[in-house]
């Protein structure tokens, strides 16, 4: 995600003339040095209402520019894209509930020791009713086969409930986010995680009207969503919203912006402790020397130490515990 797209650091001189087509009057003000972009009106309220904290220049240890390994590296909270385990499975260890992932797959983030149940839209033309039944028949009352199988028609059920009486029916951000809250509540789950994409913005960004523009709505619309849904468990929700890495400080010559090092990382919940209504850590500045590789944003805040300051208090974790078992160095 561009994150000086998203969060503006409209007091830095530079920002003007790294980003010419982005009036300043249209952003949301949080405070005298940053702006949201004008799309986000959901999560400036957030904000006032100390819902929401933002951190910019933000990046995990990793310094090219592959999305694969980048992607690994974020989702295993390590500097090693080869260990094969998830920061958020490993928090599992010290959680009593389960954890939940929207998709196809499990993402590396919730891959390990502990279990981690997944669910994703049906594909048309799915299993019907009667072929279900005669498997449960198939596999009789007990054994390993039924139990996963009850497991699932149950988590099916209770997917198309909470489906049932959201007004689109195309896929959505905001609906699934909407579908992993009723889940998340119905399960029990302490851990939820998401894929939102369609960021990598090579060229016509859209920055102010366009495709990004588009993407800021969506995610105002599915942040805005978990609170709607989550009710009064709010107040005891952390989100978390990260990309793998940031974007180039300045549009590329198709209007775009190619990829970069460091971003922005969003937290939103009644679960933030301290930190709500905050534009938290470092800002490196815009100007040429500043920048890294004089084309990226600096990075100047480490994710995984954020990462382990507004969870270890929200779940309630040993902060060097965390620091030595979930985000080893």
């Not at 920002?15 to 405070?31: A, C, M, Q, S, T």
């Not at 959201?166 to 998401?194: P, Y």
């Not at 105002?220 to 969503?225: E, S």
């Not at 190619?258 to 969003?266: F, K, V």
Request: hydrophobic share 40%; glycine share 10%; with cysteine.
């Amino acid at each position: 995600m561009d994150g000086i797209g998203c969060l503006a650091p409209v007091g830095d001189p530079y920002f003007e003339v790294l980003r010419p087509d982005i009036d300043p009057d249209l952003l949301l003000p949080l405070e005298s040095d940053f702006a949201l972009h004008q799309n986000l009106a959901g999560l400036a309220g957030l904000y006032r209402n100390g819902e929401l904290a933002l951190l910019p220049a933000v990046a995990t240890a990793y310094r090219n520019r592959s999305h694969f390994d980048a992607q690994k590296i974020i989702e295993n909270g390590s500097a090693d894209p080869g260990l094969r385990s998830g920061w958020m499975n490993r928090c599992l260890a010290r959680l009593e509930g389960g954890a939940l992932a929207l998709g196809q797959d499990v993402p590396l983030s919730l891959r390990g020791e502990y279990d981690a149940a997944n669910w994703a839209p049906p594909i048309r033309g799915g299993a019907r009713d009667d072929f279900l039944e005669r498997l449960q028949r198939m596999y009789g009352p007990n054994g390993d086969y039924a139990d996963l199988l009850r497991a699932a028609i149950t988590m099916r059920e209770q997917s198309d409930d909470a489906m049932s009486d959201t007004r689109q029916r195309r896929a959505s951000f905001a609906q699934d986010c909407e579908v992993a809250a009723r889940l998340a509540l119905e399960n029990g789950s302490q851990l939820v995680a998401l894929d939102f994409t369609g960021w990598d913005t090579h060229a016509q960004q859209g920055t102010v009207q366009g495709k990004f523009a588009r993407q800021m709505t969506q995610l105002d619309q599915g942040i805005l969503a978990l609170k709607k849904t989550l009710g009064k468990e709010w107040r005891n929700s952390l989100v978390i919203v990260a990309s793998e890495f940031g974007r180039t400080a300045a549009y590329n010559g198709t209007a775009g912006t190619d990829h970069g090092t460091a971003g922005t990382l969003i937290a939103a919940g009644g679960g933030l402790e301290n930190f709500g209504g905050r534009v938290l850590g470092d800002w490196p500045g815009l100007s040429g020397r500043t920048l890294y590789q004089q084309r990226d944003i600096y990075p100047a805040n480490d994710m995984n130490a954020w990462l382990m300051r507004l969870i270890a208090p929200h779940l309630n974790i040993d902060p060097s515990w965390m620091r030595r078992v979930v985000f080893p160095v």
